[in-house]
């Protein structure tokens, strides 16, 4: 016959129970938390993707002054920056692909319009599953780009 004595401690199957239930909870709640960050973190990339086109129509455009009918404006493919050395092929953050020239058969570009005295730079960046462009296909201007302007792709 076993004595019990008042002293002895221990954990019961319900006890036990109700961690393991506690810890899974924090755990989900930490995974759909990281995952929220981890899509962010994409959105937040494609967008630099966009600054980066940006800023090497900048270095285009100082370099080379394109100009059109007397005022300095232009239209800048994606291809063209790449194949003119101002921009390396930029990461897609959803695909982790590189973006090469034929992969962007629709054409993403950086638009320089002389408006108000200032040059103004109007980005349009399409990739295989995001957009960043307003929705008539024109660029967004790069002081509004945003994650919160990206959209889904939709294949015509």
């Known amino acids: 016959m076993k004595l019990i004595h008042k002293d002895e401690r221990g954990l019961t199957l319900i006890e036990v129970l109700a961690v393991l239930v506690i810890l899974g909870i924090v755990a989900a709640v930490a995974f759909l938390l990281t995952s ?18 940006k800023e090497s129509a900048t270095l285009h455009k100082r370099s080379n002054e394109v100009i059109l009918d007397g005022k300095v404006e232009g239209k800048l493919m994606y291809q063209e920056l790449i194949e003119e050395g101002y921009l390396e092929p930029l990461m897609d953050p959803y695909t982790n692909k590189e973006w090469t020239t034929t992969e962007d058969a629709d054409g993403s570009f950086v638009e320089i319009r002389f408006e108000d005295n200032r040059l103004n730079y109007y980005v349009c ?12 296909g024109v660029g967004i201007l790069s ?10 792709r939709v294949i015509k």
């Open 36 to 53: 929220k960050v981890i899509q962010q973190s994409k959105g937040q990339a494609f967008v630099a993707n966009a600054i980066a086109m």
């Open 125 to 136: 960046l399409k990739s295989d599953t995001k957009v960043l462009c307003q929705e008539d």
């Open 143 to 152: 002081s509004e780009l945003a994650v919160d302007k990206i959209k889904n």
